[in-house]
T-cell receptor
Framework: EAGVAQSPRYKIIEKRQSVAFWCNPISGHATLYWYQQILGQGPKLLIQFQNNGVVDDSQLPKDRFSAERLKGVDSTLKIQPAKLEDSAVYLC??????????????FGPGTRLTVL | GEDVEQSLFLSVREGDSSVINCTYTDSSSTYLYWYKQEPGAGLQLLTYIFSNMDMKQDQRLTVLLNKKDKHLSLRIADTQTGDSAIYFCAESNDTGGFKTIFGAGTRLFVKA
């Protein structure tokens, strides 16, 4: 089965510019996650979707970050405007469902963002 | 809030056993996980353990859980150079919304 796809793999922008990342989860996976992984740290959840509804966006800096998951499949994460501290790898993950059972998440390769 | 802590670095010789340790604070953890991340790749689930278990074995991997001390460990037997990667401990619970918290990762370096 195809894994989680993300694009672009790398992006370099200047501060105050905008950037968007795209994620295509594994077919049939209801739950989609966006994580921010700063160098030397573990992934930090930014937003979690269940189908096309938001389950948790408590750690999403909503003044500059936005995300959507139209039709409950693909998702985009946008940063506008970017700051130097947004330099990180942005990971997308998906899982079959959230039903209180084991949460096996499948991760994409990530998008490495460098803000200059 | 919930926290997961790991040592940052471990170096072993090829053929030896590796033991990666993790502590967590959430007493209502339901599942605990070990993920592996190779350079330039996303995380890959290696194994998980339910909180009412104290041990799980899967081929070369042994997971030990001490729920009283909130301590989780991953033992890799006969460590190979291909095991060199970052290993993340994570925990999830189903109170107040199902959420997985990751540690900062332990970088395992295997010397030939």
């Amino acid at each position: 089965e195809a894994g989680v796809a993300q694009s672009p793999r790398y992006k370099i922008i200047e501060k105050r510019q905008s950037v968007a990342f795209w994620c295509n989860p594994i077919s049939g996976h209801a739950t989609l996650y966006w994580y921010q992984q700063i160098l030397g740290q573990g992934p930090k959840l930014l937003i979690q979707f269940q189908n096309n509804g938001v389950v948790d966006d408590s750690q999403l800096p909503k003044d500059r970050f936005s995300a959507e998951r139209l039709k409950g499949v693909d998702s985009t994460l946008k940063i506008q405007p970017a700051k130097l501290e947004d330099s990180a790898v942005y990971l997308c993950a998906s899982s079959l469902e959230q039903a209180g059972g084991v949460d096996t998440q499948y991760f994409g390769p990530g998008t490495r963002l460098t803000v200059l | 809030g919930e926290d997961v802590e790991q040592s940052l670095f471990l170096s072993v010789r090829e053929g030896d056993s590796s033991v990666i340790n993790c502590t967590y604070t959430d007493s209502s953890s339901t599942y605990l996980y070990w993920y592996k991340q190779e350079p330039g790749a996303g995380l890959q689930l290696l194994t998980y353990i339910f909180s009412n278990m104290d041990m799980k074995q899967d081929q070369r991997l042994t997971v030990l859980l001490n729920k009283k001390d909130k301590h989780l460990s991953l033992r890799i037997a006969d460590t190979q150079t291909g095991d060199s990667a970052i290993y993340f401990c994570a925990e999830s619970n189903d109170t107040g919304g199902f959420k997985t918290i990751f540690g900062a990762g332990t970088r395992l370096f295997v010397k030939a």
